[in-house]
């Protein structure tokens, strides 16, 4: 009778196994098989809130497709000619060669208009997508240990397409860009003693310069591609290496993920949602016009559009300009414009500076830094983070608002110095508000969701007890949102939330039924 295990070369008692096993860790060994089998089978949880990134992603993959298509139309030279094309009311009118090449993509390439429509709605809907996913990961605390490298990575997504939309948002060089451009060299012009050599620097000389659309174009199709590509990349390693967060529920751990394989179910769903989100960008393009650039004409550095309003991602910039009153102040014989430094270069530093650092911050705060996190917290959990984050959405909101405040009071008729100031004081005092109100709105869920558990859902029966009183029937509750807690909690904590809140504690640890 054979011997039921073998030696190895090193000494060690191995089980002997089928040679066609053997086989197969031999090839494994030098191509990594069993390793993309399990990649195939990785779960990715069923849940909408978790479709955000892949909406980023596919709006992307639209940008790209697109983009590629306008470089071989689109000439980023700022070389004057006259223009001849089939837009009569402006023939014979001086503009740009990059204006020019772009009412040829316009008017006189098939399809020209449709996909530049396309590429500037994907831009749009890539940016909010982004925007929305970081919020989804705010609010269910997936920043936490040990995925904060990939929040950092994600924000730095954010603000590197935010300078991509701004690069190709300039490009066409017509009147509403150039405007744009224009408050750009004046928010370089407002940094104390760097100022004029930074502006100077970026466009090559006096504004508005000959160089400033090429090297937009070179940064818009090369440079911020290349680093969103890279980042995105890294990013999706690290949410396949960190495995995909997930709501708390039956047989959902901390060691396990329960939903749909990647392949094929997950692929399936995927490309899917891949071709709706190209068929309602195409959708989009074809019957909403969007940055009409042959109703602005041409830039000229003497002339401004009245109402002019930039893409929703870079208005909140144009309100805090607006907002602020005319502070200046002078320094050894230099001007330092307040009105432009605070609004436009410290507020934005300040506001990304905090994101960067909250999940560091609230870790320290909660001492939840040494232990991992791969459920999510629900919004009202976290009293006091959801109100934070309230608050930091209206903030923006205002000063999103601001940035129209010419439109709105035009459209409204009502005064514009009074809608300034009353968006002045909204300012201050609008996120103070909203983060109170969230905050007690957060504990009021919870307090009704305890009351729910503990006595159940009323049935809509009213019956007579023993002692002549009435009294309502009620049932065991049976149906339960994402993340929602299945039987009362202890009341060891009458007001959570001191500091960013208190979760509800993880169902026990069982073996899931999925994976």
């Known amino acids: 009778m054979r011997a039921a295990q073998s030696r190895s070369a090193s000494g060690n008692d191995v089980q002997d196994r089928p040679r066609g096993e053997r086989l197969a860790d031999a090839a494994d060994a030098r191509l990594p098989i069993l390793e993309g089998g399990r990649l195939l089978r990785k779960s990715f949880p069923d849940h909408w809130s978790f479709l955000l990134g892949e909406l980023a992603l596919y709006s992307l993959i639209v940008l790209v497709l697109t983009g590629v298509w306008l470089t071989f139309f689109f000439h980023p030279e700022m070389r004057e000619v006259v223009y001849a094309g089939r837009y009569v009311p ?72 935010l300078a991509e939309g701004f690069a190709g948002y300039s490009l066409p060089d017509d009147l509403l860009s150039g405007t744009g451009l ?75 993920v329960v939903g749909k394989p990647l392949f094929p179910q997950f692929a399936a769903s995927s490309s899917g949602l891949f071709f709706t989100v190209f068929g309602v960008l195409a959708l989009l393009a074809g019957i909403a016009q969007i940055n009409p650039v042959w109703v602005y004409g041409p830039y000229r550095p003497d002339q401004a559009s009245t109402g002019s309003q930039p893409d929703w991602y870079v208005g909140f910039l144009e309100g805090a300009l607006r907002l602020v009153p005319p502070w200046e102040t002078n320094l050894f014989g230099h001007t330092v414009m307040w009105n432009v430094l605070l609004p436009a270069v410290v507020l934005p530093t300040l506001l990304f500076l905090a994101l960067y650092l909250y999940p560091f911050v609230e870790q320290r705060l909660t001492g939840e830094g040494q232990q991992e996190h791969h459920l999510c917290d629900r919004p009202r959990e976290r009293p006091v983070r959801t109100g934070l984050g309230v608050a930091g959405i209206t903030y923006y909101g205002v000063l999103l608002l601001a940035g129209g405040n010419d439109v709105v009071a035009q459209t409204f008729r009502i005064s514009l110095n009074a ?97």
Not at 227 to 235: A, E, Q
Not at 429 to 441: D, G, W
Not at 444 to 452: I, S, T, W
């Open 90 to 161: 402006l023939r014979g009118v001086r503009m740009s060669e990059a204006f020019n090449s772009t009412l040829h993509i316009s008017f006189d390439v098939r399809g020209g208009l449709l996909v530049r429509q396309m590429h500037h709605w994907a831009a749009l809907v890539f940016i909010a997508a982004i925007g929305l996913h970081m919020l989804r990961i705010f609010f269910t605390g997936a920043f936490r240990k040990p995925r904060e490298a990939n929040w950092i990575i994600g924000l730095t997504l954010f603000v590197i397409a």
């Open 182 to 256: 224009r408050i750009a060299q004046g928010i370089m012009m407002s940094i104390p003693l760097v100022g004029t050599y930074a502006s100077m620097f970026v466009f090559g000389g006096e504004f508005p310069g000959h160089d400033i659309v090429p090297r937009l174009y070179g940064m818009h199709i090369l440079l911020l591609p290349g680093l969103l590509i890279g980042l995105l990349t890294l990013h999706l390693i690290l949410v396949f290496y960190l495995k995909h967060t997930q709501w708390r529920g039956p047989g959902r751990t901390n060691r396990n």
């Open 419 to 515: 809608l300034t100031w009353i968006l002045r004081v909204a300012l201050v005092l609008a996120p103070v508000i909203a983060f109170m109100l969230t905050r007690r709105l957060c504990h009021a869920l919870l307090a009704a969701e305890q009351e729910r558990l503990e006595e159940g859902e009323e049935t809509g029966e009213v019956r007579q007890n023993l002692h002549g009183g009435y009294e309502s029937g009620h049932r065991r509750p049976e149906e339960f949102k994402p993340g929602a807690p299945r039987t009362p909690l202890p009341a060891t904590d009458p007001h959570p939330g001191s500091r960013t809140g208190t979760p509800s504690p993880p169902p026990p640890e069982q073996a899931p039924r999925s994976r």
